[in-house]
């Protein structure tokens, strides 16, 4: 089962991080950068058809968007999804980096450097 790139969706995590910001500061433009974000995340669910946590996020991004763009969000509403959905994703991102062989965010990338004796080999 293949599923989609931790940094992929933390690419639309940081998207979604904009947007949240031009909310807060009320700018035009905001509207526009949600529907970037569900753009983005149709994409991704169509190219990674068995990962099952981007489909149930996108739904829920998908049903956040259609009360958003019908009006019946007040803005403390609205301001609230959307802190659920840039925690759920930030989450999705952070397991996903963690899973990944790199371990980019975990303490210790190999063996030796756990023993905090680098630069010492075979001495």
Not at 11 to 39: H, Q
Not at 45 to 66: G, H, Q
Request: aromatic share 10%; proline share 2%.
């Amino acid at each position: 089962m293949v599923k989609a790139s931790a940094y992929t969706l933390e690419e639309v995590a940081e998207r979604l991080d904009e947007a949240f910001g031009m909310f807060i500061d009320g700018d035009e433009e905001y509207g526009s950068v949600i529907g970037e974000v569900k753009v983005r995340l149709e994409k991704l669910s169509e190219k990674y058809p068995d990962d099952r946590e981007l489909k149930e996020y996108l739904e829920a991004f998908r049903d956040f968007y259609s009360k958003r763009e019908e009006g019946s969000l007040s803005r403390e509403e609205e301001k609230e999804r959307l802190v659920w959905l840039k925690s759920e994703i930030n989450n999705i991102v952070h397991w996903r980096k963690l899973g990944m062989s790199a371990g980019r965010v975990l303490p210790f990338r190999d063996f030796r450097s756990m023993r905090g004796e680098t630069g010492r080999r075979g001495i």
